[in-house]
Structures are given as structure tokens and as C-alpha cells.
């Protein structure tokens, strides 16, 4: 690829105010998924799973779903979440069942070791989660968490 110099650049259009904060939270959400992902790395070694592991666990631990729909609720790809489905698996923590709605897209169910390993991340992730949660606030946490509900909801409908 060639750079033109500088000087035959094309000029972005300017920003609305609105516009800029969302760059600046675009770029703060950037830095705080490193550190989230930091956490959840560590927390998830309490179970012996990585945090992809723990990420994709917890789209089944409340009942089981086909590889894509724990892609969509994850936002994730569904070939990322079949190769860690795979590992899961492997290692007995996760199970394939049969799939009534779908011939081929079986269910992936989280099994006992899956369960359990969960039940080890939490014994950690609770008091950690308290300790953050402490100095922030209820209201800003719910404040925030809508925020970031209704930026996904855009970015899905675009």
C-alpha cells in the first residue's frame, strides 16, 4: 500500500460534541476490556480455565444452547466459540447433546467438572467484584450498564 504525503490527506468531517465523548468512551472501553480481561484471566485460573473458557461456560450454565447462540449472546464468532466448545469438551467440562430444533447444531451443556470449576471462579469473582463495585456506586454502575446496553443494542441494529 502506498501513503500519499501528508498534505493530500483527506479531512474527516468535524465531530459533534456527542460524537467526541463517544470516541473518548470508545477508547476508555478499550482500556478497560485489557483490564477486565487481566481480572478474568486470573479469576479464571481459580477453575482452571482460561477467561475464553469461563466466557463461553457461562453462555451455557443456565441451560444448554447450539454454538451460535452462545456466539450471539457473547458476541463472539461461532467458529471461536466451537473451538473452545471443542476444548471444553475434551477436558469434561462441557458436553454435546442432541438438539430437538436442529439436526446438526447440537447443544452444548456445561457437565458437573464445568459446573464446578465455575463454582471456583465465583468463590474468587465475588469478593473481587465487591471490592471494585464498593467505590463506584449502585446508581453509576446501573447508570453505566444501560449506557452500555443501549450502545450494543445500536451497534447490532447498524
Not at 477467561?51 to 456466539?71: H, I, K, T
Not at 446501573?142 to 451497534?155: D, E, G, N, P, S
Request: charged letters at 25%; proline letters at 6%; one cysteine or more.
Amino acid at each position: 500500500m502506498t501513503v500519499p504525503p501528508r498534505k493530500d490527506w483527506p479531512k474527516p468531517d468535524p465531530q459533534s460534541e456527542d460524537a467526541a465523548v463517544l470516541t473518548d468512551v470508545m477508547l476508555a472501553t478499550f482500556r478497560l476490556n485489557a483490564r477486565l480481561m487481566e481480572a478474568a484471566q486470573d479469576l479464571a485460573a481459580h477453575g482452571g480455565l482460561t477467561a475464553a473458557w469461563w466466557q463461553v461456560l457461562g453462555g451455557v450454565l443456565d441451560e444448554p444452547r447450539s454454538v451460535a447462540e452462545v456466539g450471539r449472546i457473547m458476541g463472539v464468532s461461532r467458529q471461536g466459540v466451537q473451538r473452545i466448545a471443542d476444548l471444553l469438551v475434551e477436558r469434561g467440562l462441557a458436553e454435546y447433546r442432541p438438539n430437538p430444533a436442529h439436526r446438526r447444531a447440537k447443544l452444548l451443556a456445561c457437565t458437573e467438572a464445568g459446573y464446578w470449576a465455575i463454582r471456583q471462579i465465583s468463590i474468587a469473582q465475588h469478593p473481587f467484584a465487591e471490592k471494585l463495585s464498593a467505590n463506584v456506586g449502585l446508581d453509576d454502575l446501573r447508570t453505566t450498564l444501560a449506557t452500555l446496553r443501549t450502545l450494543i443494542t445500536r451497534l447490532e441494529e447498524a
